[in-house]
């Protein structure tokens, strides 16, 4: 709190002085707040003296040892003060006038004895408002001696109080006009829109033992309240992590040979990924990891188990962030044929939106009695009635894209629809070949992904 002494003006305030609402923040409806004049101002008034008995301030009369408001000479109307409040057309006014429309008026009159004070005229305005908004308003006054200015801000629930203006002016300041802004604090209002009160007090103070008595006025105007519009917190886009396994050879391996897996991570989100980390489980009666390299230094094996591994592929840019690990697996020599070596990888990462996990295509890498790699995989076709043939797959990864065609026997490829494999990886579609000409055709899938091919040849 800041005491500015300036021409004799007196004033303490939590508000500031002269000052424009911050920026950022936009004026926001205070009905009547700008005091028009009329029936419905929305303002209540109160001239009564013992409204502020009892009051405490550190200001003015208390600094001298006066309780404010104690005066033994006026108890009441008859005895030696009077007050009143109004709407006042400032136009009336021929000197020092804000340059406004209308403004409220507040007036005491009163014998007050050296160094007492007395407030009996308050109006208040009710608004809702909350903590950070700020109330701007212009305030002068008029006086014989001085006039005596507190304004608060009250919650009407709790009664808890601000004190935004509390001044002394003299009556050489006359008619100056002052702009002040206070913000609202979370005591008065703790959390979201709180039903508040803006009261100002006006009270005639004699610190110049004048014997007459001492009529002092308070004027108002532009009452306004301003908030900082609620910052819309940016949309956090989430990460998309697949992961894809590409074993070579890719349909069998011989007991005792050496299996390559290219296991590729890729964020086809929108949003950027802290970390990925993979599981790729490996059948300890099968086969032993040997070793994992990685194309990106942010990768490495965060653990070995028995029965497989794990890695962290480090930060996965959107859109494009990838990161391929190369994980050699030895067959043991005692390896039962017809097993597989492994099951799906899981990824799962960590992102500023949800975070995720995923799975990925099954190898079906096997056991054999020797080394088996092709450049396609076979489709299971069944042929149904009236010429349907469903075409089927379950080597692709989760909600992979898949674009599908058939080529004819005279070579011309027919492109279909792109489908997208379910959670498990596996794709199904249903074939009329009704229309078709006698002759042989294959059907493909091909993965978008796995940049796997499948193929299934017909007959019609």
């Known amino acids: 709190m800041a005491l500015v002494l300036t021409l004799g003006l007196l004033v303490t305030m939590v508000g500031q002085v002269f000052a424009a609402a911050s920026e950022g923040y936009v004026q926001v409806p205070l009905t009547n707040g700008d005091l028009e004049t009329g029936d419905e101002t929305g303002w209540s008034f109160d001239e009564s003296i013992d409204q502020m008995q009892g009051q405490s301030w550190a200001e003015g009369p208390n600094a001298l040892g006066m309780p404010a408001d104690s005066d033994p000479t006026i108890d009441d109307e008859d005895e030696g003060y009077e007050c009143g409040a109004w709407i006042e057309d400032v136009e009336d006014y021929e000197e020092g006038v804000f340059e406004g429309t209308s403004s409220l008026g507040l007036g005491v009159g009163a014998d007050v004895t050296a160094y007492g004070t007395t407030h009996c005229a308050s109006a208040a305005f009710a608004f809702e408002g909350q903590a950070s908004d700020i109330l701007k ?34 009556e050489g300041d006359n008619l100056i006009w002052h702009g002040i802004q206070g913000e609202i604090n979370s005591a008065v209002c703790p959390s979201g829109l709180c039903k508040l009160e803006f009261i100002i007090f006006n009270g005639a103070y004699n610190p110049s033992n004048k014997s007459a008595g001492i009529w002092a006025e308070t004027y108002l105007d532009n009452l306004t309240l301003w908030r900082k519009p609620a910052t819309e917190k940016p949309v956090v886009k989430p990460a998309d992590v697949h992961v894809v396994i590409d074993p070579s050879p890719n349909h069998g391996v011989v007991a005792g040979d050496v299996v390559t897996y290219t296991v590729t991570v890729f964020n086809n989100g929108q949003g950027g990924a802290k970390n990925a980390t993979v599981y790729l489980p490996v059948d300890p009666a099968v086969a032993t990891v040997l070793d994992a390299t990685f194309d ?29 690990a190369t994980i050699r697996l030895l067959v043991k020599a005692d390896a039962p044929l017809w097993t597989l ?40 076709v069944e042929p149904g009635v009236d010429g349907h043939i469903l075409f089927s797959s379950s080597i692709f990864a989760p909600d992979e894209p898949v674009g599908v065609w058939y080529n004819t026997s005279d070579g011309e490829v027919v492109a279909g629809p792109t489908y997208y494999a379910e959670e498990d990886g596996s794709l199904a579609v249903d074939f009329n070949s009704t229309d078709l000409p006698a002759g042989t055709y294959s059907m493909v899938f091909y993965g978008h992904w796995t940049e796997f091919t499948v193929v299934g040849a017909f007959s019609k």
Do not use: M
């Open 137 to 170: 308003f212009n305030w002068t006054t008029w006086t014989y001696d001085y006039t005596d200015v507190i304004v608060i801000v009250r919650n009407k629930k709790t009664g808890v109080s601000q004190r935004i203006l509390h001044a002394l002016v003299p």
């Open 341 to 380: 070596l492994t099951e799906r990888a899981l990824v799962e990462w960590d992102d500023w939106a949800d975070d995720g996990a995923a799975w990925s295509n099954q190898p079906i890498v096997q056991v054999a009695q020797a080394d088996d790699d092709r450049e396609t995989y076979s489709l299971v």
């Open 296 to 324: 990106d230094d942010d990768a490495w094996v965060s653990e070995l188990f028995e029965d497989g591994l794990s890695f962290e592929t480090g930060p996965l840019a959107s859109k494009d962030g990838t990161v391929v």
